[in-house]
Nanobody
Framework: EVQLVESGGGSVQAGGSLRLSCVVS???????????MGWFRQTPGEDREGVAS????????SYSFAVEDRFTISQDKDKDTLHLQMNSLKPEDTATYYC??????????????????????WGQGTQVTVSS
C-alpha cells in the first residue's frame, strides 16, 4: 500500500504562483514498484484531468496543453516528495489537485497522464482557487 499526502494548495490572484507538494510513504516493496507519478485536477461536475506526470526512473515529464510552459513537475527522491510549481495561474486553474502514483505498464508518462488505471494510488486532494 502507498500513501500520498498533498499540501500547498490555497487561494491566489490570477498571475500568481503556488507550489504543491506530495509526500509518498509506504512499504519499501510497494514504493520500489512506483514507476509513474503525476498531478491531476478536478472541478465539480467535470471529469478528472491529467495536468503533469513524470516517469520517476528517468525524470521524463509530460504536461497537458492547458498548463505546459506554466507548470513544472519535479521529484525529490531523497525526501520521497513530488512537487508541482504552478506559475502564471489563471482562474480556470481553480480545482482540487490530486497526487497520483502507479507501477509500470504505461509505455511513457504521457499515457499515465491520459489513462491512469484502476491500480493508481491517489491522495486526498488539495484545493487551489485562483481569483480574477
Amino acid at each position: 500500500e502507498v500513501q500520498l499526502v498533498e499540501s500547498g494548495g490555497g487561494s491566489v490572484q490570477a498571475g500568481g504562483s503556488l507550489r504543491l507538494s506530495c509526500v509518498v510513504s509506504g512499504e519499501i516493496g510497494d514504493l520500489d514498484n512506483i514507476f509513474y507519478m503525476g498531478w491531476f485536477r478536478q472541478t465539480p461536475g467535470e471529469d478528472r484531468e491529467g495536468v503533469a506526470s513524470i516517469e520517476t526512473a528517468y525524470a521524463k515529464t509530460s504536461y497537458s496543453f492547458a498548463v505546459e510552459d506554466r507548470f513544472t513537475i519535479s521529484q525529490d527522491k531523497d525526501k520521497d516528495t513530488l512537487h508541482l510549481q504552478m506559475n502564471s495561474l489563471k482562474p480556470e486553474d481553480t480545482a482540487t489537485y490530486y497526487c497520483a502514483a502507479d507501477g509500470p505498464g504505461y509505455g511513457g508518462s504521457w499515457y499515465f497522464l491520459r489513462y491512469p488505471k484502476s491500480t493508481t494510488y491517489w491522495g486526498q486532494g488539495t484545493q487551489v482557487t485562483v481569483s480574477s
